[in-house]
């Protein structure tokens, strides 16, 4: 596969499948899987390229695409429309994936966190080969007389280590270092995606009209932006994304940038809907929600009182 127009038609059809449904996360999987084996390595990188979301992303739906059982229908059937979470059943055995499955934790409507917390129960019972199980270095063992402020300044020690060397804790889920997390992948996800958009809009705008080679005047004509009116840093926020896709004179790109992201985070049609025309800080106050399944309270019961209101009147 060699022509730039079999690529193109290629970047079209996994975009437009790309989590819009369950069948359309795993039709987007195969399609990187079959990719990954058919392309060569420069084609690969072209493909990557022209992509809505970033490469690390490409490698985790190659892997889904590639694990057949996933596509029978007794398991395609009960997966729901999240690309995260059927990361997460693909990184499962056959064992305990049968066992989720035997158990009803795998639902077209469960959550991350659900799953997560069903695999983190299940640490005790999987059996594992010598070769394969991990050596305990030390045992940790607190006194009745550590107030909850101690363990959690233990605990937040502990990760610093783990970080630093390497090796693997196991403790009582961190709820807001998850949060905290996932909340920078989608902010890296976002500048990732705003730049790869400028890159592949610069390399259109020219190459437009098949010039291989362009005097200097018209690049600039075609290209009027340094490089530091157009630079997306490390540190970016939503703000600076949506700018420099504006000053390009593509604005609307954000919004389609950041429903990509979302999705990859869960995000559903409806809360996408919700959050259309909101920034970065009121957009992922849902995203709590979704790690923790626990919904706003306080809203709730605001939203109780007004339904009780209107059907007193």
């Not at 022509?3 to 195969?30: F, Y």
């Not at 098949?210 to 540190?235: A, M, N």
Request: aromatic share 6%; proline share 3%; with cysteine.
């Amino acid at each position: 596969m060699s022509s730039d127009v079999t690529l193109n038609t290629l970047a079209e059809r996994i975009n437009s499948c790309w989590q819009r449904t369950a069948q359309g996360v795993l039709d987007t999987a195969r399609l990187c899987a079959d990719a990954r084996e058919q392309l060569e390595e420069e084609e690969l990188e072209e493909l990557k390229s022209q992509l809505d979301f970033s490469r690390p992303t490409f490698t985790k739906l190659a892997k889904v695409g590639a694990k057949s059982e996933l596509y029978e229908e007794q398991v395609s059937a009960l997966l729901p429309p999240h690309f995260s979470i059927v990361y997460q059943v693909a990184n499962m055995d056959d064992e305990q994936r049968d066992r989720a499955i035997a158990q009803g934790v795998i639902t077209p409507g469960m959550s991350r966190s659900e799953l997560r917390e069903w695999v983190a129960s299940q640490n005790g019972t999987q059996k594992r080969d010598d070769a394969d199980k991990p050596e305990i270095i030390a045992t940790l063992r607190a006194t009745k007389a550590y107030s909850d402020d101690l363990r959690n300044r233990v605990m937040k020690a502990l990760r610093k280590l783990e970080e630093q060397f390497g090796f693997l804790l196991d403790g009582p889920p961190d709820p807001e270092r998850e949060l905290k997390q996932a909340i920078k992948e989608i902010d890296q996800e976002i500048r990732g995606q705003t730049r790869r958009y400028i890159t592949k809009l610069k390399k259109q705008r020219l190459h437009a009209q098949g010039r291989p080679r362009l005097t200097k005047q018209e690049r600039e004509d075609r290209w009027p932006f340094t490089d530091d009116e157009v630079k997306i840093s490390s540190d970016a926020d939503w703000e600076r994304c949506e700018e420099v896709l504006a000053f390009v004179g593509v604005g609307d790109e954000f919004a389609r940038i950041k429903d990509a992201t979302l999705r990859l985070h869960s995000y559903t049609e409806e809360m996408l809907q919700k959050h259309k025309k909101d920034g970065r800080g009121q957009t992922l106050k849902e995203f709590k929600v979704i790690l923790t399944g626990v919904g706003d309270q306080s809203s709730s019961a605001s939203k109780s009182k007004s339904e009780g209101r209107a059907a007193t009147r």
